[in-house]
């Protein structure tokens, strides 16, 4: 069944625990947790002192994003902030086979990304280490853009590939997910469905993840 996971990005900030509290409750299976630092994207959002801080509230897996530069030197902050899962960006300049190992040596999932101009190939040479790979369906840095369609041909290919492959892998997609684009990427292969404005926005987020996990997979 397919994995949703709220990003907390479109919660209230000023109440982000008790964001947290209600996307458990409502049957999320992670929480999504956007962190960027001004300069691998426009937008500056939260840090590790705040993911620290949340984890005693839920038991809920984190799946922390990192949009940000130079993602090794800030790889042990998150894992002792409590993150179950740290995703880099392929795009970031250095580091990027260290710091994945770095993660897994330090307990956790390691994922990658890649920006929707990124071609798949580049992620390629590190599928043998990665637990999961995050698709991106928008440019990083904002909640509420409009999802990339080509981003779908990106998922079906990867699933093809781990599937022929026999990789264990978790295949997320992230930006402008909706009941549309959401159904459409499970069908195409994804197996996790991050999302922010159209899950904190829906007039019942319980319903609306009961709806979603609802989607055929390519996978099941
Ligand atoms: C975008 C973030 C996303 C964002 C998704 O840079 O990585 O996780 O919160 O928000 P929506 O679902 O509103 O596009
Ligand atoms: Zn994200």
Same mark, same amino acid.
């Given at each position: 069944?397919?994995k949703i996971s709220p ?12 964001? +947290?509290?209600?996307l458990e #409750?409502?049957?999320a299976d992670w929480a999504h947790i ?5 300069? !691998?994207? @426009? ?8 993911? &620290?801080? =949340?984890? @005693?509230?839920?038991?809920i897996p984190f799946d922390v994003? +990192?949009?940000?530069?130079?993602? *090794?030197?800030?790889? @042990? ?7 179950d899962m *740290?995703? =880099? ?24 990304? +890649?920006? @929707? /101009? ?8 590190? +599928?043998?280490?990665?637990?999961l ?8 840095? !904002?909640?509420?853009?409009? !999802? ?7 998922? %079906?290919? =990867? %699933?093809?590939?781990?599937?022929? #492959?026999?990789?264990?892998?978790e295949?997320s997609?992230? /930006? ?6 959401? #159904? #459409? ?7 996790v469905l991050a999302?922010?404005? %159209?899950? !904190? /926005? ?6 609306? *993840?009961?709806?979603? &996990? ?7």
């Amino acid at each position: 069944m397919i994995k949703i996971s709220p990003s907390m990005l479109s919660a209230d900030a000023s109440r982000l625990g008790e964001g +947290l509290e209600m996307l458990e #409750r409502c049957g999320a299976d992670w929480a999504h947790i956007d962190v960027m630092d001004g300069v !691998f994207v @426009p937008n500056i959002t939260i840090g590790q002192h705040v993911v &620290k801080h =949340l984890r @005693p509230v839920s038991d809920i897996p984190f799946d922390v994003h +990192l949009m940000i530069v130079n993602p *090794i030197k800030h790889v @042990p902050d998150f894992l002792d902030a409590g993150s179950d899962m *740290i995703t =880099l960006h392929v795009e970031t300049t250095e580091g990027v086979e260290d710091a994945l190992q770095m993660i897994k040596d330090g307990g956790a999932k390691a994922g990658l990304s +890649l920006n @929707p /101009g990124t071609p798949l190939q580049e992620i390629l040479p590190y +599928l043998d280490i990665l637990d999961l790979v995050l698709v991106m369906s928008v440019q990083p840095g !904002f909640g509420g853009q409009k !999802f990339q369609e080509h981003c779908l041909d990106k998922i %079906s290919e =990867l %699933s093809g590939i781990a599937q022929v #492959r026999k990789i264990d892998l978790e295949i997320s997609v992230d /930006g402008g997910v909706n009941r549309e684009t959401g #159904r #459409r990427s499970a069908e195409a292969g994804a197996t996790v469905l991050a999302a922010g404005s %159209s899950l !904190f /926005g829906a007039q019942d987020m319980a319903e609306e *993840i009961k709806l979603w &996990k609802g989607f055929a997979t390519k996978v099941d």
